[in-house]
């Protein structure tokens, strides 16, 4: 049945923007219209007729618009056939980017967002040396975007075949550059797989049996500072909660300063899967600032020169969920919150592999940690400050933990080399 109408609601000028900006009545004549045979004749007296479609139809304005409209909405001329430049010793070739060419921005524009990175597994690498030290590692190139032909010319040729070289105006990477001194090149490379990647040697060869967990952790700036320190540490592996911030946002790739493709890191996990990435025998330690109550207790045993810590549970953040429960039979409170030990973190916590868990700037650590950490028999470790101090940033944590852990080992190291040499 076709339809006449004649100035429905909203005058029906672009049909459109009639669906964005009318009342709910006015959208449902507009959905109805799409779905029968149309005659659609606008106040203008102009005389728009068209065939039914499945739902939405590709919008008709075009048929209504006025020709400097029609001209705005014109695709971006792009030259049919951009003559590419030859790299003469390599037989390379590039592109030149022309006036309004949009390629860096519309790859820019996508490549900053965390679903994109997701759903093409894309990301963007800026500066020479990162991009330098992602291609030893093995991380594969898809596109530069350079300003100086040198900066090609820099990186290994046998990487470069297959990749899209497009030069553009350094003005225009200043851009889109995350950098405070933006360095001329960027590349768009496939999300790096850790199996599938080379460490540096000398990263191996100071690898420790210390790895560490990132519990929800929301700023950018603070992992990108942990995963340094984690390199710095020699850490053997890094993971990361789901709800951490994406690794490779590139403000984390800024704090990390290289930190992606000297550690293995291996992003996004569910708390269950946490255990397949522990080696055999590793035990859990949680920095904890036990939420500022932790007390001192004096050890009489030891001349009172020692302190053992104490939680108070009553101040613990999650005590408020276990005083909420009730066994259904008995009526007492129900004990569910693991009765982790603390312990300040310059006493012995390395003599087993160990996996240190770093909370989140907002909430801190999880539950789910704390469990794991019961499970496999570790501990709170925590870093004693002035009264009145609040809790400590976590990177700032997460370093002084990770060095003290280095420093165990180095001193056990050394003792037992001192014994190898008595005997
Ligand atoms: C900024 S704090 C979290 C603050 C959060 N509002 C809380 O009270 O748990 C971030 C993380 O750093 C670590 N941290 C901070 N201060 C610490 C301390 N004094 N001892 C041990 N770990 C600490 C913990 O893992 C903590 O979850």
């Known amino acids: 049945m076709a339809a006449l109408v004649k100035g429905v609601g909203c005058a029906m000028r672009p049909l459109l923007p009639v669906v964005q900006t009318c009342n709910v009545n006015a959208r449902r004549w507009v959905r109805a219209l799409r779905r029968s045979p149309v005659k659609v004749v606008f106040p203008s007296g102009q005389v728009v007729e068209r065939e039914p479609g499945p739902g939405k139809q590709p919008r008709k304005a075009a048929d209504v618009a006025s020709p400097q409209k029609q001209q705005q909405k014109q695709p971006l001329q792009v030259p049919s056939n951009p003559t590419p430049s030859t790299w003469e010793e390599s037989g390379l070739r590039y592109d030149k980017a022309f006036p309004g060419d949009k390629r860096l921005s519309s790859v820019m524009t996508i490549v900053k967002s965390r679903p994109f990175r997701e759903k093409k597994g894309k990301i963007l690498l ?26 090609i010319k820099e990186l290994p040729m046998d990487k470069l075949k297959g990749v899209s070289l497009v030069k553009v105006k350094f003005e225009d990477i200043k851009d889109w550059s995350d950098l405070v001194t933006p360095q001329g090149i960027m590349g768009i490379f496939a999300k790096p797989d850790h199996i599938k990647m080379t460490y540096p040697e000398t990263q191996l060869h100071h690898s420790l049996p210390l790895l560490l967990i990132c519990d929800n952790l929301r700023d950018p700036g603070n992992l990108g500072t942990i995963l340094r320190s984690a390199a710095g540490a020699g850490c053997s592996k890094v993971l990361l909660t789901k709800g951490c911030v994406d690794v490779w946002e590139p403000k984390v790739l800024r704090a ?44 009489m045993s030891n001349k009172g020169s020692n302190h053992s810590w104490v939680c108070d549970r009553r101040f613990l953040k999650f005590h408020k969920y276990e005083e909420e429960e009730e066994d259904l039979e008995t009526g007492a409170k129900r004990d569910w919150l693991p009765d982790l030990e603390v312990q300040s973190y310059d006493l012995d916590w390395t003599e087993a592999p160990a996996a240190v868990v770093i909370g989140g700037e907002t909430h801190g650590v999880s539950l789910e940690s704390l469990e794991l950490a019961e499970s496999t028999g570790g501990k709170r470790l925590l870093i ?19 060095f003290e852990g280095k420093r165990q080992l180095r001193v056990r190291e050394e003792h037992l080399s001192r014994g190898r040499s008595y005997h």
């Open 256 to 299: 990390g300063m290289g930190a992606h493709f000297q550690v293995p890191i291996i992003n996004n996990l569910e708390w269950e899967a946490i255990p397949n990435y522990l080696p055999t025998d590793t035990r859990v330690y949680v920095a904890d600032n036990c939420g500022l109550y932790a007390r001192a207790q004096m050890s």
């Open 126 to 151: 800026e500066g020479r040396r990162l991009i330098a030290d992602a291609l030893k590692a093995g991380a594969v190139p898809k596109t530069f975007f350079f300003s100086r032909l040198e900066y």
């Open 384 to 402: 004693p400050v002035v009264p009145g101090v609040d809790s400590l940033n976590s990177a700032m944590a997460a370093s002084i933990l990770l």
